[in-house]
C-alpha cells in the first residue's frame, strides 16, 4: 500500500506518464539494427552453434524467417522461390532461420523442390544451388526471433513462431527488412520481391 502511494506523485506529476510505459508497442526490426550477438542457433546439430552477428561482421547476404519446417508455403513456395531466382547467385550468404530444433530442420530441406540443388549428406543442413549455399539455421528456443521482435504466438506449433520474413544485412547491419504484415503470407518476402526480377 505504501509503494502505491508514493507513486501516486509521480502519475499526477506527469500525466499519461505511467500508462504509457506498458501502452507502446515494440518496433520491428528495422532497417539500421544490428543482428543480435546471439550464439543460440543452431546448424545440423546441437554441438554446432552458429552466432549470425559474427558470420555477417564482414559480409553481406540475407536471413530468410519462415514460420517452420515441413509447412506447405515455407516448402513448397517460400524458400524455393530464392533457390529458383536467377539472381542468387549475387546474394551473398544466404540463412534461412526456423524455429525448430537441428534435426527437423536437417531433415526438411530434402523436401524443397529447386533447380540443380545439392543437398549434402552429412551436413543436412546445407543446401548448394548452382554453387551457393543456403544454410538452414535452426533457432530452438526462439530467442533470436524473438531479439529481432519478429515472433508470434501460434497454438497450432505449440508455441512461439517466426513471422515471415527476409532481412538484407550488409557488414552485420539489418539494411532492408520484408516482413509479411500477416505474419505467415508469401508476398512482400518472397525472392521476386527481395533479389529482383
Known sequence: ??????LRPVARALPGAVRSLHSTPRALVKAGDGLPDFG????????????????????DGYIIGVPGAFTGTCSSKHVPSYMNHPNLDKAGQVFVVSV????????????LPARRVQVQPLLPCLAIVDGVQIRFLA???AEFTKALDLGFDAP???HTRSQRYALKVENGKITKTHIEPDAT????????KVLGS
Open 185 to 192: 503470407g508469401a508476398d512482400v518476402s518472397m525472392a521476386d
Open 40 to 59: 543460440g542457433l543452431y546448424e545440423n546439430s546441437p554441438g554446432n552453434q552458429i552466432n549470425l552477428a559474427k558470420e555477417f561482421q564482414s559480409s
Open 139 to 141: 533457432d530452438p528456443t
Open 1 to 6: 500500500m505504501a509503494f502505491r502511494a508514493s
Open 100 to 111: 525448430n530444433d537441428p534435426f527437423v530442420l536437417g531433415a526438411s530441406n530434402w523436401t
Open 156 to 158: 497450432i506449433f505449440g
